[in-house]
């Protein structure tokens, strides 16, 4: 079958941990595949700091396995670990690995990996002599023919005072990096044509920092809510087909598929070096760049557990299915380990004629259960209607929360309630206790409805937005019929709202939340009329599309927080409009483009 093995290989590679903070299970398998390209991460670094990682390798094994040899040790050299920076560590551990492969002994090393796994797989491959495996060797011979001569290069660089990153002979040392990486060996870039996608989740006590290049994914089980952690990264995203274009690449279609340069359908990986040779763009600009999106929260009673997966399994099961999956399983009693590979059973397909190729590609599933949040009935927001006579009283304990007071200020903007005092202290174990004494405008303690409706709305936006960190290549952010896209206009976010039934009110509630979060309209459409006779759109009979160019108060683009907050605004505001009322778990879900590679 081609590209594909007569059957799929389902036999699992596990690994798995538990301490008092979590316990994981990763499993992978090759599937349909005829090569494992697959690599995957565990590590418990200090009393609370753990790391673990994705890598979905492409065009060989080598650079995905080569990143999970390394990837650790760097991160803990990197002076951003050391100073507690730790968004900054992981930025820089992605493009290390770049970095590293550039050099002599990197090289070599790569070299060397892909050598080995290659001499692993020869049985296979002497089993099934087809035209792939003729194929195959011919370019594993042109590989070796280019090593050598890459390898002459890298000799002459190391001779002329270049740095080599990795100390000779053991493979497993890496050297401090001091100095900025070197540039470029001759010869290098065009040699190392392999790559990976790679998604790390960096644990910190509460804090749970996650790095994403290309198409793996990351996601939080939030009250049985799927939290995304990361999105995709297509050469389709106007964002990244600009980048491409302007680093002299280009995008095109093939099958239905957008390609970079016609070959790779993601636009961001570590390695594929061959695409990050202009010398006279940094690394965040190349046509395919390392730099990594991030994402940081600060988890909360109901965080029960993170799946992070390769595309293999993204491809088959949406954000929201992997978590009612794993979800039921982690119910039955299963552990992570076996959750992550009945989760790979799910995924993969009987047959690629059927299916097309979906469910045929290699796949790594890593369950993260973290310990302590999942308590039924644990709660963290509490309204007391009883306690004073004049005032009604809010309480909220959470750790590890940057932002809760600016978010709580929103609520009681929102619902025109008054602070007439405050008390805010952090305990020893970094737990936040913030009480408010709260009244309505008129100076009188809140109806019991309305104090209900305060703890509800305090309770979601903490659930639901805690994105903490200004996401700088965070581009579009959907939740139902509502969309914030900061790519489409350079000096605008451009809000797109859907109502499929047009109704009176719509418009005013829309302009409503805009007002409220201090978003300014600088400039606004109506597309659709609303009627059967409106043929010429896309939008259908009974749809109006409403288009909104808007600024924050500082006059710049919304930035993470800011369009998280402003999503789930929209999302209960036009609730009596919208049908069915997309809950905010997506309130961050970033598009994705789930095709195959």
């Known amino acids: 079958m081609g590209q594909y093995l007569s059957s799929p290989v389902t036999e699992k590679d596990t690994l798995e941990g538990s301490t008092d903070d979590l316990s994981y299970g990763i499993s992978a398998h090759q599937g349909w595949r005829k090569n494992m390209e697959d690599a995957h991460i565990a590590h418990h670094i200090s009393k609370d700091t753990y790391l673990f990682g994705i890598f ?14 390394y990837i650790r040790e760097e991160l803990e050299r990197s002076g951003e670990f050391k100073a507690g920076e730790y968004e900054g560590s992981l930025v820089h551990v992605f493009h290390r690995m770049d970095d590293l492969m550039r050099s002599a002994e990197g090289f070599s090393q790569l070299e060397s990996i892909r050598k080995s796994l290659d001499k692993a797989s020869a049985t296979e491959d002497e089993e099934g002599d087809d035209t792939y495996s003729m194929l195959r060797k011919l370019v594993s011979l042109q590989r070796m023919q280019n090593s050598a001569a890459a390898a002459a290069a890298a000799a002459a660089g190391t001779a002329n005072g270049r740095a080599a990153p990795l100390e000779s002979g053991s493979g497993t040392n890496v050297a401090d990096p001091g ?85 790779l359908n993601l636009s961001r990986a570590i390695g594929d070096l061959r695409y990050k040779a202009n010398p006279a763009l940094e690394a965040k600009d190349q046509i395919i760049t390392a730099q990594p999106d991030l994402c940081v929260e600060a ?15 993204w491809d088959v099961m949406s ?89 709580i200020a929103w609520v009681l903007n929102g619902l025109d309630l ?143 927080e800011q369009a998280s907050a402003l999503l789930f605004t929209l999302n209960v505001v036009l609730g009596n409009y919208l049908n069915p009322l997309t809950p905010p778990d997506a309130a961050l879900e970033a598009t994705n483009n789930t095709s195959t590679a």
């Open 56 to 69: 979905d390798g492409h065009g060989g094994p080598e650079v995905a396995k080569f990143c999970s040899m």
């Open 179 to 263: 100095a900025p990486a070197p540039r470029p060996l001759p010869g290098v870039e065009a040699t190392v044509q392999a790559g990976c996608t790679a998604v790390v989740a960096l644990l910190k006590g509460r804090r749970l920092f996650v790095a994403n290049a290309g198409d793996s994914r990351a996601v939080l089980a939030r009250r049985g809510v799927a939290v995304p952690l990361s999105h995709d990264h297509k050469p389709s995203a106007a964002g990244e087909r600009a980048r491409i274009m302007a680093a002299g690449g280009f995008v095109s279609e093939v099958g239905g598929i957008t390609r970079v340069n016609g070959n």
């Open 299 to 313: 988890l909360v009673p109901g965080d029960r557990f993170m799946v992070l997966a390769c595309d293999g399994i």
């Open 319 to 407: 954000n929201q299915q992997v978590v009612d999956f794993v979800g039921a399983r982690l119910d039955e009693g299963l552990t992570p380990t076996q959750a992550a590979s009945e989760l790979l059973n799910a995924c993969v397909a009987s047959d690629p004629r059927e299916t097309r190729g979906i469910g045929c590609d290699n796949m790594t599933a890593s369950v993260v259960v973290f310990k302590g949040l999942d308590e039924e009935g644990a709660d963290f927001v509490t309204v007391d209607n009883e306690r004073e006579e004049s005032s009604t009283v809010l309480e909220v304990e959470i750790k590890d929360y940057p932002g809760l007071l600016r978010i």
């Open 418 to 560: 008054v602070a007439e005092n405050a008390v805010v202290s952090t305990d020893a174990e970094g737990i936040a206790h913030n009480t408010f004494w709260l009244t309505s405008l008129s100076g009188n303690k809140l109806k019991d409805k309305t104090a209900e409706m305060l703890a509800d709305q305090v309770r979601d936006y903490l659930m639901y937005c805690t994105h903490q960190s200004d996401v700088k290549a965070a581009t579009e952010f959907t939740s139902g019929p509502i969309t914030i896209s900061n790519s489409e206009d350079k000096e605008h976010s451009v809000i797109h709202v859907r109502e499929d039934n047009p109704s009176p009110g719509f418009l005013l509630e829309v302009a409503s939340a805009l007002t409220g979060l201090n978003t300014q309209i600088q400039q606004g459409v109506i597309q659709g009329t609303g009627n059967c006779e409106n043929k010429d759109t896309s939008l259908g009979c009974d749809a109006r599309l409403f288009k909104f160019w808007v600024k924050s108060s500082t006059g710049e683009k919304l930035n993470y």
